[in-house]
Every structure is written in C-alpha cells, then in structure tokens.
C-alpha cells in the first residue's frame, strides 16, 4: 500500500497568544506532542480591563506562536498545552486551530495518523485578521470594541530594512504594516467587521484588508 504524503491529511494552525517570554516553552511542549516547529511573533494584546486603563498598563506584551500540524496532533498539542498553561484563568493566555486549505514546503510533519481526535470542535467563533499602516492598529481594536469585541491583539510585521517584508500566511506583508487578530463569537463576527470597515474605510485603495476564518477548536475564551 502507498504511503500518505502529506496532501492526503487535514492540517491545522495552531495559534497560541500568551504573555511575553512564554513562547518558547509552548514551542517545546507543542514540540513533544509531535509539532515539528513553529514561528514566534512579538505583538501587544489589549484589555477593557478599568484599572489596567486607569494605570496606562492597558497594553501587554504578547509572544504569537503559530505552528501547523496534523489534526490529531494538533488537538493532542492543545490539549496538552492547556493543561500545561491553564488557559480557562484569566491573563494565561488563548489558544485555537483553524484549518488549513493546503500546504507546501513541510516535508518533515510526523505523527500516527490513524487516530482520531477526541476533542469536539468549536465553530462558535470566527478570528478576524485587519492588516493596516502602522499607527492605525488602535482604531481597529477601538471600533471593534464599540461593536462589542472584549479585545485583541496587534503584531507588528516589521523587517530589519525599509525594503525587507514579513510574511503570514504567504502573504507579503510591509515592515510599517500592523496585523490585529481578533477572536469573536460568531453571532458578533459580522458587526465587529462592519464597525472595523466603517471606521477605517476599508474600501478605499491602501487602507488595508480584513479576512475572517472559522476557528475549529479553542480553549481560553470565558
């Protein structure tokens, strides 16, 4: 019998957003769940929390890390790292999948493919992603927590070079660009995304782009 590649399996992102300096040991744990790697972003979470606002400490430091795995692996991973990390406490961190449509350039993912997962996928919430000049990323946060968004978090995809790109999801993405990540229950989605347009008038040429995708599974939102 032939051999699976890896086109024959569903694979998901694993996205993981926990405070400054947490990253690598996600990264390990994930790892011994049969991850084969992953890439660590620097971003800044935001919170309606009154007394953080009050103390000007209303922006965290964060650490994204994005990994792409197998679906049994990666609900194997999750599991272990909310178990490890606790996501269900408050400031601990979230943690989510969602699918991947295809996949090049990852010869090296492993795993036992022929389990399957125990875990019940969520479709209650959607990930909206808004890319946009530099210095704008706040309106964003601000227009989705007017249409009920309880936050998000901003990563700023900067180069070493004014002439250097980033790249998330193979998209190239300028160094004076910032992209927010915003998790939100899906009855919200559509309102949220609305009140994020309106305000920075996404449909004029250069003023950025929004694009929503389902989140399978997630552990971290109360």
Same mark, same amino acid.
């Given at each position: 019998? #032939?051999?699976?590649?890896?086109e024959?399996?569903?694979?998901?992102?694993?996205?993981?957003i926990?405070?400054?300096?947490?990253?690598?040991? &996600?990264?390990?744990?994930?790892?011994?769940?049969?991850?084969?790697?992953?890439?660590?972003?620097?971003?800044?979470?935001t919170?309606?929390?009154?007394?953080?606002?009050l103390?000007?400490?209303?922006?965290?430091?964060?650490?994204?890390v994005?990994?792409?795995a197998?679906?049994?692996?990666?609900?194997?991973?999750l599991?272990?790292?909310?178990?490890?990390?606790?996501?269900? #406490?408050?400031?601990?961190?979230i943690a989510?999948?969602?699918?991947?449509?295809n996949?090049?350039?990852?010869t090296?993912?492993?795993?036992?493919?022929?389990?399957k997962?125990?875990? &019940?996928?969520?479709?209650?919430?959607?990930?909206i992603?808004?890319v946009?000049?530099?210095?704008?990323?706040?309106?964003?946060?601000?227009?989705?927590?007017?249409?009920?968004?309880r936050?998000g978090?901003?990563?700023n995809?900067?180069?070493?070079?004014?002439?250097?790109?980033?790249?998330?999801?193979a998209?190239?993405?300028?160094?004076?660009?910032?992209? &927010?990540?915003?998790?939100?229950e899906?009855?919200?989605?559509?309102?949220?995304?609305?009140s994020?347009?309106?305000?920075?008038k996404?449909?004029?040429?250069?003023?950025?782009i929004?694009?929503i995708?389902d989140?399978?599974?997630?552990?971290?939102?109360?």
């Amino acid at each position: 019998m #032939k051999e699976k590649t890896p086109e024959h399996y569903d694979f998901e992102l694993i996205c993981v957003i926990v405070n400054f300096g947490i990253g690598s040991k &996600v990264l390990k744990l994930a790892k011994q769940s049969g991850v084969t790697g992953g890439t660590v972003f620097l971003g800044t979470g935001t919170t309606k929390n009154r007394l953080l606002e009050l103390l000007d400490l209303y922006e965290i430091r964060k650490e994204i890390v994005l990994m792409i795995a197998e679906k049994t692996i990666a609900y194997k991973a999750l599991e272990e790292l909310n178990r490890k990390f606790s996501f269900e #406490k408050p400031n601990h961190g979230i943690a989510f999948c969602i699918s991947v449509k295809n996949i090049l350039g990852l010869t090296s993912l492993k795993g036992d493919y022929s389990k399957k997962s125990g875990g &019940v996928e969520n479709t209650m919430y959607n990930v909206i992603f808004t890319v946009v000049d530099r210095g704008k990323a706040d309106s964003v946060i601000e227009a989705a927590n007017q249409a009920g968004s309880r936050g998000g978090t901003i990563i700023n995809a900067r180069g070493s070079g004014i002439h250097e790109t980033s790249k998330l999801f193979a998209m190239e993405i300028e160094p004076e660009k910032e992209i &927010v990540l915003i998790l939100s229950e899906q009855n919200l989605t559509e309102t949220i995304a609305s009140s994020i347009k309106e305000k920075i008038k996404i449909d004029e040429p250069g003023n950025g782009i929004i694009f929503i995708q389902d989140v399978n599974k997630t552990f971290g939102l109360f």
